[in-house]
């Protein structure tokens, strides 16, 4: 039973109808009527990805409860909800980041592009690298602006670095400095550091590394990306600066992005999920219409600040 319903006076239980057991919406449908309703938000074109009665289990804790939503490609879906809700293991479940969690138990069904991530054989590297993450903290390698862009391409082998080619002189600079170049041009970086490449990547700012950190994640040529609170670290100068840079990324990359900051998800998303207490997705909709006009009552007290 939810604590909405717990604390219901005896009065107000005799003037309930049936369909009042359930919390209530701001339409007077049920939430489980509201949830069907946004179980069919539609947006045009298929989604890129497709989440389907998802669970996640810690242990003994039930941390994510059959959530189900589709997301849109080339746009921004913001998770919302109070600590604990269930944000960051939702976020981590689309990439597979929450295999490394030993206690954690996945069921249900994530979709990319209609195939199944969590299906036997799925290629891990090649999922995140399709599905990257940008953290909270800036986390950046101690290694050189440069070496932060080309070393993921590096790893995967998409920069040439054959014995024979290193030993010609020729190590692909030319295509390196390239994908370097347009990594940082693309994170909104390149004019600050252009002319200091080779220094270490530490002696950035926290916003100049958070961007850092979205060009590293850029360079492997990610569909996705997750960015779990990029802006909670940094000063506001730098958050505007990364809420202007996820606009202009979601032309072309699916960004889905947890914040605890409401105004920073009305800013910059297009649809918004609202995950409650208890690890449920209560509403999931076009952002203006969750922040103007939210069907379900909890999502309108957590709105307007009366919780959370
Ligand atoms: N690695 C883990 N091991 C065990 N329990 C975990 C782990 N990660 C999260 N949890 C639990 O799962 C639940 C959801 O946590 P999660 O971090 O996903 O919520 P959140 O909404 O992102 O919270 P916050 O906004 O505070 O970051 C919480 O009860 C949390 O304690």
């Not at 339409?27 to 045009?44: H, K, L, M, P, S």
């Not at 597979?96 to 954690?104: C, E, L, Q, T, Y």
């Not at 600050?192 to 994640?217: H, K, T």
């Amino acid at each position: 039973m939810s604590e909405t319903t717990q604390r219901t006076t005896d009065m107000e239980t005799e003037n309930r109808t049936d369909t009042q057991t359930d919390p209530e919406t701001t339409t007077g449908e049920t939430e489980e009527q509201v949830q069907d309703e946004w179980r069919n938000y539609e947006f045009a074109g298929e989604p890129k990805l497709a989440v389907d009665d998802l669970d996640v289990y810690y242990g003994d804790d039930h941390a994510l409860k059959g959530v189900s939503m589709d997301i849109p490609k080339n746009s921004v879906t913001a998770l919302i909800g109070p600590s604990g809700c269930g944000k960051s293991t939702f976020l981590r479940c689309l990439n597979r980041m929450n295999d490394r969690v030993k206690s954690a138990r996945i069921d249900g069904s994530v979709k990319l592009d209609g195939q199944e991530i969590y299906q036997e054989g799925v290629n891990l590297v090649e999922l995140r690298k399709r599905v990257g993450m940008v953290f909270q903290s800036p986390n950046p390698f101690p290694k050189s602006i440069a070496e932060n862009i080309s070393y993921g391409p590096r790893k995967h082998g998409d920069i040439e670095t054959g014995l024979l080619a290193r030993l010609l002189g020729r190590a692909n600079e030319d295509e390196r400095d390239e994908l370097v170049e347009r990594c940082l041009r693309d994170a909104a970086l390149w004019d600050e550091v252009s002319d200091r490449l080779d220094d270490n990547a530490l002696g950035l700012s926290g916003g100049q590394q958070q961007r850092l950190c979205i060009a590293r994640c850029l360079s492997v040529d990610p569909e996705v990306i997750l960015m779990d609170e990029p802006a909670s670290a940094l000063d506001p100068i730098a958050t505007a600066k990364i809420e202007d840079l996820i606009d202009d990324l979601s032309e072309h990359y699916t960004v889905v992005i947890v914040t605890h900051n409401m105004q920073q998800a009305a800013r910059i998303s297009d649809q918004t999920a609202v995950f409650l207490t208890g690890g449920e997705l209560v509403e999931y909709d076009d952002t203006d219409k969750i922040f103007e006009n939210p069907q379900s009552q909890r999502v309108e007290e957590y709105i307007s600040g009366k919780f959370g």
